[in-house]
């Protein structure tokens, strides 16, 4: 399945404070929205398509209650307030229906669900997901996008929005840590899955490296970005994820 780094989910209390803190290292971060359905909401800061999404409870009733399960509301349920964490990753392909059935092939039970969420202008935004649920040894499963428009599209958009730009420079997505206390079990599952290339405990997706490294709280710690000389060689922190800024073209 052709796949691509989509987003990053990092749960935080307000997101708009971690929007200000990001401010304030030259970053632009724009007000994605509200999840009406699952009691969420929502502030993204975009490295080209990839981006991170901070996300906080917005009525808990609905996070506890949804329309129907998904794991963002449990996810949220499960680490808010006390634990401000990166928690899963989203890669997105342009054929969710073929990725189902592959990872059918492979023993995973899963179904796509509709997503969708209302922006600041009152426009409702609407995708496919494919969710996965479980772990390997301590490290949830991506889930699975497909958006309603192609890339060029979607870039189009965000260019119009000003989400591309940022006053630091440009940035690029590079990379992700990961802490595990078995790593060769999360690489090897991984790239079973999803067909990543693999080098020791490293994964590899269209040039950017998921690092799988071994200690005793897993999940997912350090988002790495390539910035201009603005931002390259600083760290941000936002409650427990570091997002780490490398130089220009380094991966």
């Known amino acids: 399945m052709k796949l691509e780094?989509?987003?990053v989910v990092h749960?935080?209390?307000d997101p708009e404070q971690a929007a200000e803190q990001c401010r304030s290292a030259g970053l632009t971060v724009k007000a994605g929205g509200s999840h009406e359905k699952w009691g969420t909401?929502?502030?993204l800061l975009y490295a080209d398509?990839?981006?991170m999404e901070f996300i906080g409870i917005e009525n808990e009733s609905i996070v506890r209650e949804p329309e129907e399960r998904n794991l963002i509301s449990l996810d949220s349920l499960k680490h808010l307030p006390d634990d401000e964490v990166m928690s899963r990753i989203a890669l997105r392909t342009n054929d969710l229906?073929?990725?189902l059935e592959q990872l059918r092939d492979n023993g995973i039970e899963a179904s796509i669900k509709s997503g969708e969420r209302r922006t600041a202008d009152g426009t409702l935004l609407t995708w496919r997901m494919l969710p996965i649920e479980g772990e390997t040894a301590g490290v949830p499963y991506p889930f699975l996008m497909e958006w309603g428009e192609d890339e060029a599209s979607r870039r189009q958009m965000l260019h119009q929005l000003g989400a591309l730009t940022h006053e630091s420079g440009p940035l690029e997505a590079a990379g992700a840590v990961w802490e595990t206390?078995?790593?060769e079990a999360v690489t090897a599952e991984w790239s079973r899955l999803f067909g990543f290339q693999q080098n020791g405990t490293d994964l590899w997706l269209n040039g950017c490296r998921f690092s799988f490294r071994k200690g005793s709280r897993a999940g997912l710690k350090e988002v790495q970005l390539t910035a201009s000389s603005g931002l390259a060689g600083r760290t941000l922190t936002i409650g427990k994820?570091?997002?780490v800024f490398l130089t220009e073209g380094a991966k």
């Open 5 to 7: 780094w989509d987003h």
């Open 11 to 13: 749960y935080v209390n």
């Open 41 to 43: 909401w929502n502030r």
């Open 49 to 51: 398509l990839t981006y």
């Open 97 to 99: 229906d073929q990725a």
């Open 181 to 183: 206390p078995d790593p």
């Open 241 to 243: 994820g570091r997002y």
